[in-house]
């Protein structure tokens, strides 16, 4: 299985600040990597895939790249809505394997 | 728009077989996505359990593969998931969830809104 291991587990920011998350595979998954977003009691929610597609409807703050075994979501202006855990997930081979999140708080 | 609803028991005996159905409209399921199934337990991260092609080709989380089935329904445009010999960590909240081709990969673009699946005796 290929192991996905994000850092940081959580951070806390503020409103407005740029904000890197990290996902490293533990072998080369080319470009097969996907963000989801998790609010608290809903739906994981799509927001980056193919490493740095954007899905429809998410706004151009979230961007994303990376290839082979180290990946980048970032968020360019931190906004309210945005306060939630991110999961990258390697689509490059079965089981398609998430990473354990990075929640992002309140500072 | 596509939607996905999950239904099934919400308790399930240790031992016992869960069993959820996933319900796919505004999509066909014999379309050129897999349809697969998502579990979290109360308050940790994201476990992809398997899918399912309309093939019937499927793949399966080697740490569950002994005890799943992921099984596909076309006239009745569901599919469905079992897991046999449950324990109480099973407890979870399951998804299903549409992996769709997107540019070069596969993504889960559609997600059902998830059925808590409790094992206690």
């Known amino acids: 299985d290929i192991q996905m291991t994000q850092s940081p587990s959580s951070l806390s920011a503020s409103v407005g600040d740029r904000v890197t998350i990290t996902c490293r595979a533990s072998?080369?998954?080319?470009?097969?990597l996907n963000w989801y977003q998790q609010k608290p009691g809903k739906v994981p929610k799509l927001l980056i895939y193919?490493?740095?597609s954007l899905q429809s409807g998410v706004p151009s703050r979230f961007s994303g790249s990376g290839s082979g075994t180290d990946f980048t979501l970032t968020i360019s202006s931190l906004q309210p809505e945005d306060f939630a855990t991110y999961y990258c997930q390697q689509s490059y081979s079965t089981p398609r394997t998430f990473g354990q999140g990075t929640k992002v708080e309140i500072k | 728009q596509v939607q996905l609803q999950e239904s099934g028991p919400g308790l399930v005996k240790p031992s016992g077989t869960l069993s959820l159905t996933c319900a796919v409209s505004?999509?066909?399921?014999?379309?050129?996505?897999?349809w697969g199934w998502v579990r979290q337990p109360p308050g940790k991260g994201l476990e992809w359990i398997g899918e399912?092609?309309?093939?019937?080709?499927?793949n399966y989380n080697p740490s569950l593969q002994s005890r799943v089935t992921i099984s596909l329904d076309k006239s009745k445009t569901q599919f469905s998931l079992r897991l046999s010999s449950v324990t109480a960590a099973d407890t979870a909240l399951y998804y299903c969830?549409?992996?769709?081709?997107?540019?070069?990969?596969?993504?889960?673009?559609?997600w059902g809104q998830g059925t808590l699946v409790t094992v206690s005796s």
């Open positions: 969830a549409r992996a769709h081709f997107s540019v070069s990969t596969w993504c889960f673009d559609y």
């Open positions: 193919a490493a740095s």
């Open positions: 399912i092609y309309h093939s019937g080709s499927t």
């Open positions: 505004g999509d066909s399921i014999s379309s050129s996505d897999w």
């Open positions: 072998q080369s998954i080319s470009s097969d």
